[in-house]
């Protein structure tokens, strides 16, 4: 079985299977984890043979792949869809395409559309000491929760969180802000079979 796949350093591919089981990674993964300082003791190309949803732990995302993975192998075309992927250095503004493949396996690719420096966030190095407490971040925009109500990014929230105080930094937990999730269902909603799509080409 591949494992691999060559591929442009802003293009980062992987693919499962029609369990959901990730099957293989690009060749560019191992880099682009280490820049989002990955802390974990699986190394990135250990993802292969798990299943996605070992690393999609929040409800509300989990709701959302699933439903992108199940219209696309029922047929269905989308838009890319755009998110953000920070590291400690860099804010990072990517676009999320999956296609099908034969066997109902998926391609999923995310793509670097731009990059912005920022000053290093230690809250999103891994390898920095984390606390018990908690804290979400949108796991499309990036952006931290910091009332039931409000989502702002990540430097005005840790200011707001009064984390540039805190001897150490809290864990990270992932939902989806309100914005994004209107987003992410009008994306959905805007899923269309091939057919539709030649029909709406002859008007």
Same mark, same amino acid.
């Given at each position: 079985?591949?494992?691999?796949?060559?591929?442009? +350093?802003? &293009?980062?591919?992987?693919?499962?299977?029609?369990?959901?089981?990730?099957?293989?990674?690009?060749?560019?993964?191992?880099?682009?984890?280490?820049?989002?300082?990955?802390?974990?003791?699986?190394?990135?190309?250990?993802?292969?043979?798990?299943?996605?949803?070992?690393? &999609?732990?929040? @409800?509300?995302?989990?709701?959302?792949?699933?439903? @992108?993975?199940?219209?696309?192998?029922?047929?269905?075309?989308?838009?890319?869809?755009?998110?953000?992927?920070?590291?400690?250095?860099?804010?990072?503004?990517?676009?999320?395409?999956?296609?099908? @493949?034969?066997?109902?396996?998926?391609?999923?690719?995310?793509?670097?559309?731009?990059?912005?420096?920022?000053?290093?966030?230690?809250? @999103?190095?891994?390898?920095?000491?984390?606390?018990?407490?908690?804290?979400?971040?949108?796991?499309?925009?990036? =952006?931290?929760?910091?009332?039931?109500? +409000?989502?702002?990014?990540?430097?005005?929230?840790?200011?707001?969180? =009064?984390?540039?105080?805190?001897?150490?930094?809290?864990?990270?937990?992932?939902?989806?802000?309100?914005?994004?999730?209107?987003?992410?269902?009008?994306?959905?909603?805007?899923?269309?079979?091939?057919?539709?799509?030649?029909?709406?080409?002859?008007?």
């Amino acid at each position: 079985m591949r494992r691999r796949i060559q591929i442009s +350093k802003d &293009i980062f591919i992987y693919r499962i299977d029609s369990t959901d089981t990730i099957v293989s990674i690009s060749d560019n993964w191992c880099t682009f984890a280490d820049a989002n300082a990955w802390g974990s003791s699986l190394r990135p190309e250990d993802v292969v043979g798990r299943k996605l949803w070992d690393f &999609i732990q929040d @409800l509300e995302t989990q709701h959302l792949y699933q439903e @992108l993975l199940r219209r696309t192998r029922g047929g269905m075309n989308s838009r890319p869809i755009p998110f953000r992927c920070d590291s400690p250095k860099e804010r990072r503004y990517l676009e999320l395409l999956i296609k099908a @493949l034969p066997n109902e396996q998926i391609e999923i690719t995310s793509k670097i559309c731009r990059t912005e420096p920022r000053k290093t966030i230690s809250l @999103l190095d891994a390898t920095t000491p984390k606390s018990s407490d908690l804290v979400t971040v949108c796991s499309m925009c990036k =952006k931290m929760q910091v009332s039931p109500e +409000k989502w702002a990014e990540i430097e005005v929230a840790l200011v707001h969180l =009064k984390l540039f105080e805190a001897d150490i930094m809290p864990q990270l937990t992932h939902g989806l802000c309100p914005t994004c999730y209107q987003v992410a269902m009008g994306e959905l909603d805007d899923f269309e079979t091939p057919n539709k799509a030649i029909d709406s080409d002859k008007e």
